[in-house]
């Protein structure tokens, strides 16, 4: 595997506090992303990163707001968490044209 | 906007029977990667099996094989001799260059004892 570890791994938190989750790889790879899973909808790409300080976003990308300031680590904040952004969070790495490996995930419930 | 659709929420098997999970995704591009991925309830995702849009040849992974269907825009995913640990989420993926995947909802495999 790639190594990939997140953190936390769950976490339950208020209406409006600033959440940030955190995704570390061994692997030095250069592609990083975090994806949301929810039901029905599979996984869907909320930002990701192809460098150091490149960023760009994804799908649903609303409401958070991403950081990599080095290749081991992409930082996932949601600056005032809502209710719609309970959900499963995956961070995954990948290098060009190969499969990408994912976290074990985090949990994220907000009250 | 590429798609991906797993229009079965769930499915079940008899353990050591062969059963078949579908996928069909709409793209306009004809270089693209397909893939299938399991996710256990451990929550980690796990790559089944990949298939390049320009090989012809279905891919297969020991007991997982792919009926890869280009034209009709088919990707199906085959286990045979089901296993209790085969029980899962299973998504299909899609990706072009540049390693955007797109997910489909996902399907439920029961494995029956």
């Known amino acids: 595997d790639a190594g990939i570890t997140q953190s936390p791994r769950h976490k339950v938190t208020e209406t409006g506090t600033p959440v940030t989750l955190r995704c570390h790889q061994t692997?030095?790879?250069?592609?990083m992303y975090w994806y949301r899973q929810d039901p029905g909808h599979g996984l869907r790409l909320i930002h990701y990163?192809?460098?150091?300080?490149?960023?760009d976003k994804g799908e649903v990308s609303d409401g958070y707001s991403v950081s990599r300031s080095k290749t081991e680590d992409f930082l996932l904040t949601l600056e005032s968490a809502t209710s719609s952004q309970t959900s499963v969070y995956f961070c995954?790495?990948?290098?060009?044209?190969?499969?990408?490996?994912f976290g074990d995930g985090t949990r994220l419930s907000i009250l | 906007a590429q798609t991906v659709t797993q229009s079965q929420p769930e499915m079940s098997v008899q353990e050591a029977e062969t059963v078949t999970l579908s996928c069909t995704y709409d793209?306009?591009?004809?270089?693209?990667?397909l893939f299938w991925y399991k996710q256990p309830p451990s929550r980690q995702m796990i790559l089944v099996i990949r298939?390049?849009?320009?090989?012809?040849q279905n891919a297969t992974e020991n007991r997982f094989s792919v009926n890869f269907q280009k034209a009709a825009k088919s990707f199906s995913l085959k286990i045979s001799d089901s296993q209790l640990g085969d029980a899962a989420m299973y998504f299909c993926?899609?990706?072009?260059?540049?390693?955007?995947?797109?997910f489909g909802g996902g399907t439920r495999l029961m494995v029956k004892p």
């Open positions: 995954a790495t990948g290098q060009n044209n190969q499969p990408q490996h």
């Open positions: 692997e030095n790879h250069r592609y």
């Open positions: 990163s192809y460098g150091v300080k490149d960023t």
């Open positions: 793209t306009s591009e004809s270089d693209y990667y």
């Open positions: 298939q390049e849009a320009y090989k012809q």
């Open positions: 993926a899609y990706r072009i260059a540049g390693n955007m995947l797109t």
